[in-house]
């Protein structure tokens, strides 16, 4: 394996809400979603501060009892009352944390299907970026259990508030003392949290190049789990090769960890010299006062205990604080990503319904495109009118430029520089979903879920039309392997979610596609190499229905095979993201350019079996 290079870190950036928004945030959720959460949240430090005064004064009052001759049992009494105060209060705060935890995580599920849903809904281009690839992948993990930032932050308050009552409490019983101990512990309060807060402040800084190792090794685990690649795997050795990247990109993720932990290594050297500091001060003066003012032992208890669990409670202070600030940090990120701009007009726009007999003229203008982070443009000075009704086919060489034409055409992405035309119009006044909807597709790449063959063509369960379906199915040449299934249209498709499912041939999940494609009756369709699966017969039988299939559509016909686009009423030769040429086939091959020998080149290789030279590839 190649060292890979160390990344150029981007420019640091601020998170976009600070501690007390996200705080706000989660709270105003929670009381959406589950208000007992906030309540339950309040009982518990409630209860945890009643438990500690309880065990602040049950010493002190023993023995201020056994000081001032109390009977025994007067003494009995004091500490029955103590224990049964402590029983009766450990009871009430197991039953707090038991009932709040079902409601904190249905608000951090809540949180994770909306992350689901932005993903699910987000604009084409966004499921493409890496950048926006590496915040999904930060917002999952603030999600992705129960000790994460969207459960554990509401531990995190609780603990806040109880030691912010517990401060103030002890505040008040140590004030009546002398104020000097107030100071001490306020001083080396602020400089422990400010100084906790800036060295835990590295994980924000550094989140960019965190989320590149997760996404890298959720990749690896992804591939890993993929049934397709489960042949390769084992007749190319592939194992090996997978398991060392695995572990190339877990050893750089434990490296980070590692340097992370180190840093945040020095906010609990910081945390404990302050504590040190302060109870050492503390003690210090405590012992002082009961020297030259004569406390009773009694009081010199108390009062050494309170000091105790003031430094506590101040501690509980400063690391809620620092806690919260580092949850704060992910709940940010999850706030981010589901706040991500989207290029795209969802929510507005005008409409824009389909209309089964209106003609549909497509237009591209003066259209350059770039993918983000790419150097160079993919399509440059692309000039191209689809005919209302026209059968267009686009054909090239591999990387040509032809998928990304079709991705502009369908409006997955806007043009880098020109403008995408429907009827005229630009398509961005438009709502761009109800722009999708003029399209039907059978793309390169498709997923097919685990429902039955009828729900995988008419992409719904609900009110599926049998006849419309049985003839998709007939065009689509999928009807004799619809009478061969045990249930016909009814039978689920794969093995993952059903044990009756049945396997699809590859040929066969493309006619699914087609017939998908067909049943959707858009007024435009578009065929990225749709016989790429099919074999020879099928694919003749394909093109000879070409015209059935695409009657009374505009169809964008998409093949780097030459022979397959003689039915189209036009041809547009696409090299290197330009058009080269353009016109009928029996056209191209008269003007003898590249069109022509690369067909020739082709046409030679069926007809002698033979593999063309490397100086004959280039057309």
């Known amino acids: 394996m190649k060292k890979e290079?160390?990344?150029?870190?981007?420019?640091?950036?601020?998170?976009?809400?600070n501690l007390w928004q996200n705080t706000a945030y989660m709270a105003g959720l929670?009381?959406?979603?589950?208000?007992?959460?906030?309540?339950?949240?309040?009982?518990?430090?409630?209860?945890?501060?009643?438990?500690?005064?309880?065990?602040?004064?049950?010493?002190?009052?023993i023995l201020g009892a056994v000081e001032d001759r109390v009977p025994l049992?007067?003494?009995?009494?004091?500490?029955?009352?103590?224990?049964?105060?402590?029983?009766?209060?450990?009871?009430?705060?197991?039953?707090?944390?038991?009932?709040?935890?079902?409601?904190?995580?249905?608000?951090?599920?809540?949180?994770?299907?909306?992350?689901?849903?932005?993903?699910a809904r987000t604009s084409y281009p966004n499921t493409e970026d890496p950048a926006v690839l590496k915040k999904r992948d930060k917002a999952g993990e603030a999600v992705g259990g129960n000790s994460q930032a969207t459960e554990a932050v509401w531990d995190t308050l609780a603990e806040?508030?109880?030691?912010?009552?517990?401060f103030v409490i002890y505040l008040l019983l140590l004030s009546a003392l002398d104020p000097v101990l107030i100071v001490i512990t306020a001083v080396t309060t602020l400089a422990g949290y400010f100084a906790g807060k800036r060295i835990n402040g590295w994980g924000w800084r550094h989140r960019e190049e965190e989320a590149q190792y997760i996404h890298k090794l959720n990749y690896v685990g992804v591939k890993a789990d993929d049934r397709a690649?489960?042949?390769?795997?084992?007749?190319?050795?592939?194992?090996?090769?997978?398991?060392?990247?695995?572990?190339?990109?877990?050893?750089?993720?434990?490296?980070?960890?590692?340097?992370?932990?180190?840093?945040?290594?020095?906010?609990?050297?910081?945390?404990?010299?302050?504590t040190l500091l302060r109870n050492g001060a503390a003690y210090a003066y405590l012992l002082g006062i009961t020297l030259t003012q004569g406390l009773t032992a009694a009081e010199f208890l108390l009062y050494f205990t309170a000091v105790g669990g003031f430094t506590a409670w101040v501690t509980g202070i400063l690391s809620g604080f620092t806690t919260l600030y580092k949850q704060s940090l992910d709940i940010s990120t999850v706030r981010e990503f589901l706040e991500l701009q989207e290029p795209f007009r969802f929510e507005d726009g005008e409409a824009l319904e389909p209309e089964a007999d209106k003609p549909y003229e497509i237009e591209l203008k003066d259209v350059r495109f770039r993918y983000p982070g790419a150097e160079a443009d993919t399509l440059k000075g692309i000039n191209l009118k689809i005919r209302a009704g026209e059968k267009l086919a686009v054909v090239g060489l591999n990387g040509a430029g032809k998928t990304t034409l079709i991705k502009l055409?369908?409006?997955?992405?806007?043009?880098?520089?020109?403008?995408?035309?429907?009827?005229?119009?630009?398509?961005?006044?438009?709502?761009?979903?109800?722009?999708?909807?003029?399209f039907s597709a059978v793309f390169q790449s498709f997923s097919i879920l685990a429902g039955t063959l009828a729900e995988n063509i008419a992409q719904t369960d609900e009110g599926i039309d049998p006849h419309r379906l049985d003839g998709c199915v007939r065009k689509a040449g999928l009807a004799e392997k619809l009478q061969s299934l045990p249930r016909g249209a009814e039978t689920h498709i794969g093995k993952e979610v059903y044990e009756d499912g049945v396997e699809l041939s590859g040929g066969e999940k493309q006619r699914l596609m087609l017939a998908r494609a067909l049943y959707k009756d858009a007024p435009v369709i578009v065929l990225d190499e749709p016989t790429a699966a099919l074999d020879p017969l099928a694919e003749s039988e394909l093109y000879q229905?070409?015209?059935?299939?695409?009657?009374?559509?505009?169809?964008?016909?998409?093949?780097?095979?030459?022979?397959?686009?003689?039915?189209?009423?036009?041809?547009?030769?696409?090299?290197?993201?330009?058009?080269m040429e353009e016109g009928t086939h029996r056209e191209l091959l008269g003007r003898n350019g590249a069109y022509a020998r690369l067909f020739e080149l082709q046409s030679r290789y069926y007809r002698k079996g033979g593999v063309p030279d490397a100086e004959t590839v280039s057309p």
Request: with cysteine.
């Open 229 to 274: 690649l489960a042949k390769d795997v084992r007749i190319f050795g592939m194992r090996g090769w997978l398991e060392e990247i695995h572990q190339k990109y877990d050893r750089l993720y434990q490296d980070f960890i590692g340097r992370r932990e180190r840093v945040y290594l020095w906010a609990d050297v910081v945390d404990v010299l302050m």
């Open 160 to 166: 806040l508030l109880q030691s912010t009552a517990g």
């Open 73 to 119: 049992e007067g003494v009995l009494g004091t500490i029955a009352f103590f224990v049964l105060a402590l029983l009766v209060l450990n009871i009430l705060k197991t039953w707090v944390a038991t009932n709040t935890l079902f409601g904190r995580i249905a608000v951090r599920l809540k949180i994770l299907a909306e992350i689901n849903k932005k993903f």
């Open 409 to 438: 055409i369908c409006g997955f992405y806007d043009p880098t520089e020109g403008e995408v035309l429907m009827n005229g119009e630009n398509i961005k006044r438009w709502n761009r979903r109800d722009y999708y909807r003029h």
């Open 545 to 579: 229905k070409y015209n059935e299939l695409t009657e009374g559509r505009t169809s964008v016909y998409i093949s780097h095979r030459l022979a397959s686009t003689q039915f189209c009423d036009r041809i547009v030769y696409l090299e290197d993201g330009k058009i």
């Open 30 to 61: 929670a009381w959406q979603e589950q208000k007992s959460v906030l309540a339950l949240c309040l009982l518990q430090a409630l209860f945890f501060v009643g438990l500690n005064l309880v065990n602040l004064f049950i010493a002190p009052s």
């Open 5 to 17: 290079a160390k990344q150029k870190q981007p420019p640091k950036e601020r998170p976009r809400y």
